[in-house]
């Protein structure tokens, strides 16, 4: 499953780590989540710093030979973490002149597969190459959408790009829906966002919205997923009916 949206601060990052988690406490569900934003949010939740790491910009370049030594624990049992790099930045431009660079991910991760129920992609607020190579390597994407003005704005421009990795690349990669995150029920804008969302997505949104929730933003300075740091969270909540929501769609 990848999560995107070509806009930043949508949640994205934080519905990654927290389905990850989520599909965890599910069915002795095992979950790879793979950080393919430059930014490094979702491996600086799990891990130090550190640009020498080996991380997802060696499988673009093809310079290990042995895929699953990227692989590092998370503070989740059953959840294991593909780390992001800085230099993930530099991808696009290197791999410009190369007509199955598109592909480079799908090619690599499949020796994961039987080793993993999920495979969760976080990806970057574009839609570049990075975006491209996970969503050419998934079964599912799903958006979020944050509940603010010009929440909506781009949502062509990324149905569009789902329909050529469709036509080109990926004949199998299905929209999973999309989700409203930061919603906050008794601001006029959030209830807008969320009916206006409706007539876009109909059946494909998501019921579970989820809330403004202080914990939410507080638990990736501990290192923490939502189900770990607040289990009694609002966050918490809304995070659980939504993994449930995902796997009704994915059975």
């Known amino acids: 499953m990848t999560i995107a949206n070509q806009k930043g601060g949508v949640g994205k990052t934080t519905t990654a780590i927290n389905l990850a988690a989520g599909l ?3 069915d002795d569900n095992k979950v790879l989540l793979i ?9 600086s939740t799990f891990l130090d710093i550190d640009d020498e790491r080996p991380s997802a910009f060696e499988l673009f ?25 800085i230099k993930l930045a530099k991808v696009e431009r290197m791999l410009s002149q190369d007509q ?36 050419s390597a998934s079964d599912y994407v799903l958006m979020t959408i944050t509940a603010s003005p010009w929440a909506l704005d781009g949502v062509q421009d990324f149905l569009d790009t789902i329909d050529a990795v469709k036509e080109v690349f990926n004949p199998y990669l299905k929209i999973l829906g999309a989700v409203i995150t930061i919603f906050d029920s008794r601001t006029r ?9 409706k ?3 109909g059946d494909l949104l998501f019921n579970t919205t989820i809330s403004r929730n202080v914990r939410l933003e507080e638990s990736p300075a501990y290192k923490r997923d939502i189900f770990s740091y607040a289990p009694s969270s609002r966050g918490a ?3 659980r009916s939504f993994v449930k929501e995902v796997l009704d769609r994915v059975s």
């Open 24 to 26: 965890t406490l599910f």
């Open 61 to 85: 370049l093809e310079e290990t030979e042995d895929p699953f030594e990227l692989i590092y624990p998370t503070t989740r049992e059953n959840m294991k973490l593909l780390p992001s790099s």
């Open 189 to 197: 804008i959030s209830k807008d966002v969320y009916d206006a969302a």
């Open 35 to 43: 950080d393919l934003d430059p930014q490094g949010n979702t491996t």
């Open 100 to 135: 199955e660079a598109p592909l480079r991910i799908r090619d690599k991760i499949r020796s994961f597969l039987r080793h993993f129920d999920f495979i969760v992609f976080d990806t970057p607020p574009s839609l570049g190459l990075l975006t491209i190579n996970a969503l």
């Open 199 to 201: 007539e876009i997505f």
């Open 237 to 239: 909540f809304n995070y």
